[in-house]
């Protein structure tokens, strides 16, 4: 059975620091996802890893196999960033785990 | 594009009451989900479709039927509603079982 944690449970942070969210999981897994929800509830994916690391814009995502750790990078965070962010992680096709989320408040 | 859309965004059963949540993308992916988000416990996984006609349970199936007739609809239907399946429902979509996925809008169903 797969388990998925993620810490912080909540993060403040101010406008323009780096954010550091991270992922752990118990068992060999096919994929990694980030997702984004927005206060409206909106769901929004980021990123999908199954190796390695991604980069998209402000937002970097790094796996780390052997260890069961993924990592979500913010940096230059702004309070648009703000919002709640879940990883989830894949171990079969019918076994699709959810983190409990990191509620993210950027200050400006 | 559409995208993933989801019907009702909002809807108040009672306890006994059947209803079917729809969800449709125009994006001819092959594998579609079903989930469930409540306060504490996170999303879950209810069911899943990998393509038309094959469909399997997930983590938490019981109280819930689908069916995967056509490449872009997959409804999600509750039998005999009760209050345990309060919750906010999501379908999502994607390419295939490890590619990006597209989340609907959401259901916020309330059984009383």
């Known amino acids: 059975k797969n388990e998925v944690e993620q810490s912080p449970q909540n993060l403040t942070a101010q406008e323009g620091e780096f954010i550091t969210i991270n992922c752990s999981y118990s068992v060999g897994i096919s994929a990694l996802h980030w997702l984004q929800q927005h206060p409206g509830g909106g769901i929004v994916s980021l990123f999908m890893l199954s190796s390695g690391k991604k980069k998209h814009g402000r937002l970097i995502a790094t796996i780390n196999i052997q260890e069961k750790h993924s990592s979500l990078h913010i940096t230059a965070s702004h309070p648009r960033d703000s919002a709640v962010y879940i990883c989830a992680a894949r171990s079969s096709p019918n076994d699709m785990r959810f983190g409990a989320g990191t509620r993210l408040t950027v200050k400006p | 594009n559409a995208g993933v859309t989801q019907t009702p965004k909002f809807q108040v059963l009672k306890t006994g009451q059947s209803m079917t949540l729809q969800c449709a993308q125009d994006?001819?992916?092959?594998?579609m989900s079903w989930y469930r988000q409540d306060p504490g416990m996170g999303l879950r996984l209810i069911h899943y479709s990998v393509g038309a006609g094959i469909t399997d349970q997930g983590e938490v199936p019981n109280g819930y039927n689908v069916s995967r007739s056509t490449t872009e609809d997959f409804p999600l239907r509750l039998l005999s509603a009760a209050p345990s399946q309060t919750s906010v429902y999501f379908c999502?979509?994607?390419?295939?079982?490890?590619?990006?996925?597209?989340f609907g809008q959401g259901t916020r169903l309330t059984v009383v």
């Open positions: 999502a979509s994607s390419t295939t079982l490890n590619t990006e996925a597209f």
């Open positions: 994006m001819n992916h092959e594998y």
